[in-house]
């Protein structure tokens, strides 16, 4: 039997969204933020249990904005929010919100909309004006990141705040790293990410665009100028499948590319039937992009089921494939690409295979393994590979990148946030495995304290 007063509690207060039909025409954001009613509305659902603060990685303190949101004290919630988290408004839009999985209404009922309480505080702070700040005194010291994205902007910050100057190298001309080269604007508007960029700037983070570390300027020369270093390079390396033909033509192209591509202004002729390889949420964002360029048929090809796509099961991932089906994208499951067909330079289409899927002995996701037997074609203007990245270690010469200890493709790192070389930290996509903003920042303040630590700060 439900506990008087809760049963109320049970039902989310809707977010809204565009339609799909016109959403899908233009690259306007197409999420609605709540209203002032209907956030405090959502936000007095919080039983302040605290169960979803373990499931964030930067351990935010959920329940205290919320209660302060559904007090109607927005300010309050912002400075709550800033202690762990210096970029509110776009974890407020498009944070993959673990924390929402673990609400206690999750399972009964609908978990609290933690992501768009904290993006009406967000969207709805000067922080200039409403953010309390209390810097530290120059302490002399001078600390520079590698690239513009959301592990090294927290390091910034933190840093900035106890008095010591940070230098951000990024390799291109806009800041946010991926949040601006990957997510496309219809999920995270560039207004957005300079809002928060520039108040980071606003406490003494410089950002030095267009240069890119291991040419522009070389990474042991940074480690000479520099009292640490701290690598926020990201994954920037496309993994390709390596499929035949992929070398014959310019219309096969990976994800990476063609996000960065379209995200830096390029208009890209995609034309009418494009098929994205991959079934993560990169595959979601190039295939939506391409709807949006002008394709009419675009269709999502991957070599799993669907229930073992990546993060299957969260509510983000759900969330993500419902509003990519809902703006017409199709999907084909358990499918082996085995050559993109190329003739006199231009792409025809795919041939592939449909796959049989092998439960694997003592668990572990089901191995998918071609039917060989009968070959499939579909035809196609453009192919997307939307089939991971990985870290382009080309900013590192050769005797430092040997001394660098990884695991796996990641970079390992100790608890205060160093790798295996004295004063160079990192963090981010570099390092950690869930590759997502709220992690990247998570790393980013256990970076900041580990080399307020190193410096003896
Ligand atoms: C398509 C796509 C969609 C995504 N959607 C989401 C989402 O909805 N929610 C979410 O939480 N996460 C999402 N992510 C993941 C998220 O963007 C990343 O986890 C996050 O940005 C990683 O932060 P980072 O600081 O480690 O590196 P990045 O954001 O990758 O930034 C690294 C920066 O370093 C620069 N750089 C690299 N090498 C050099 C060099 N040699 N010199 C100078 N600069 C250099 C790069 O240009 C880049 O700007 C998405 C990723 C992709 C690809
Ligand atoms: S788990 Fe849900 S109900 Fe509990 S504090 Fe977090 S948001 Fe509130």
Request: aromatic content about 8%; proline content about 4%; charged content about 30%.
């Amino acid at each position: 039997m439900a506990v008087p007063g809760t049963i109320n509690k049970l039902k989310r207060v809707p977010v809204k969204q565009r339609d799909p039909k016109e959403r899908k025409k233009d690259f306007e954001m197409y999420t609605i933020p709540y209203t002032i009613e209907e956030v405090m509305a959502e936000a007095d659902r919080c039983l302040a249990c605290g169960l979803c603060v373990p499931a964030c990685p930067a351990r935010v303190n959920i329940p205290g904005y919320v209660r302060a949101m559904a007090d109607g004290e927005r300010e309050k919630g912002i400075n709550i929010i800033f202690r762990d988290l210096p970029l509110p408004q776009i974890c407020g839009t498009v944070c993959t919100h673990r924390c929402e999985d673990a609400c206690v209404f999750h399972n009964r009922g609908e978990a609290v909309a933690i992501r768009h309480v904290k993006r009406y505080i967000a969207e709805n702070s000067d922080y200039t004006r409403d953010v309390k700040i209390n810097k530290k005194a120059d302490t002399g010291k001078r600390v520079v990141a590698i690239g513009a994205g959301p592990a090294s902007l927290t390091i910034g910050y933190y840093l900035a705040l106890n008095g010591v100057h940070v230098d951000i190298y990024e390799k291109h001309k806009i800041p946010g790293g991926m949040m601006a080269l990957g997510i496309p604007r219809y999920r995270l508007s560039m207004d957005l990410i300079n809002k928060e960029v520039d108040f980071i700037k606003s406490l003494g983070v410089e950002i030095k665009y267009g240069m890119e570390v291991g040419k522009s300027i070389g990474f042991e020369e940074l480690m000479k100028k520099y009292d640490a270093v701290f690598i926020g390079a990201g994954n920037h390396k496309p993994r390709t499948t390596g499929t035949t033909g992929a070398d014959r033509t310019d219309r096969v192209m990976h994800a990476i590319d063609f996000l960065r591509r379209v995200a830096l202004g390029e208009k890209i002729d995609v034309g009418e039937k494009v098929i994205v390889i991959g079934g993560g949420f990169t595959a979601m964002d190039a295939s939506r992009t391409a709807l949006r360029l002008g394709a009419k048929k675009v269709s999502v090809y991957y070599r799993r089921r669907f229930e073992d796509r990546p993060s299957a099961g969260t509510s983000n991932a759900e969330e993500e494939y419902e509003e990519t089906a809902a703006e017409g994208v199709e999907f084909v499951w358990t499918v082996t690409p085995f050559e993109y067909v190329v003739e006199n330079g231009r792409l025809k289409g795919m041939k592939y295979w449909k796959n049989r899927m092998v439960e694997q002995e003592g668990g572990g996701r089901a191995k998918p393994v071609p039917i060989k037997d009968k070959e499939y074609f579909v035809e196609a203007d453009t192919i997307i590979e939307a089939t991971g990245q990985k870290i382009d270690f080309s900013f590192l010469p050769e005797e430092i990148k040997n001394k660098l200890e990884m695991d796996w493709n990641d970079i390992k790192v100790d608890a205060k946030g160093m790798t295996s070389i004295e004063g160079v930290f990192a963090g981010g996509d570099a390092v950690n495995r869930t590759k997502d903003i709220i992690s990247a920042v998570a790393d980013g303040k256990k970076a900041a304290k580990g080399i307020l630590k190193y410096l003896g700060i």
